[in-house]
């Protein structure tokens, strides 16, 4: 099992920044994919990013070069750096977690352990 809880989300203007952490407890050493999707209201989630165990990174489009997802093994904890803030950004944020060998970002919102996921709104 697998525990996991999301922090940092928050309100920002367009141009903002946040970071958010996830916490990470249990059998983590099995888990292989850490990542974060989002899903706004009246959306389709949408995987974000992820990293796998030999910390390679993937991102979607909508966000490349402008979020960054980096772990810190030695404190279990995730986290997802987000600059340059967008309205089109605003969701809830949720963190996830699998032991798959492959880590693909469009896969994240379909892995067993998720959070309960922290709000990010976005205003212009």
């Known amino acids: 099992q697998v525990q996991l809880r999301e922090s940092g989300g928050g309100s920002v203007q367009a141009g903002g920044s946040l970071r958010l952490s996830c916490a990470a407890s249990g059998s983590t050493h099995n888990m292989n994919c850490m990542g974060w999707f989002r899903q706004a209201p009246g959306k389709e989630r949408e995987g974000v990013a992820v990293?796998?165990?030999?910390?390679?990174?993937s991102y979607a489009d909508s966000v490349k070069g402008r979020f960054t997802i980096s772990q810190d093994n030695a404190n279990n904890t995730l986290y997802l750096q987000m600059n340059n803030l967008k309205p089109e950004d605003t969701a809830m944020y949720y963190c996830a977690a699998e032991g798959w060998r492959y880590c693909a970002v469009m896969d994240t919102f379909t892995y067993g352990y998720r959070g309960q996921g922290t709000q990010v709104t976005v205003s212009s």
């Open positions: 990293i796998d165990g030999s910390g390679s990174t």
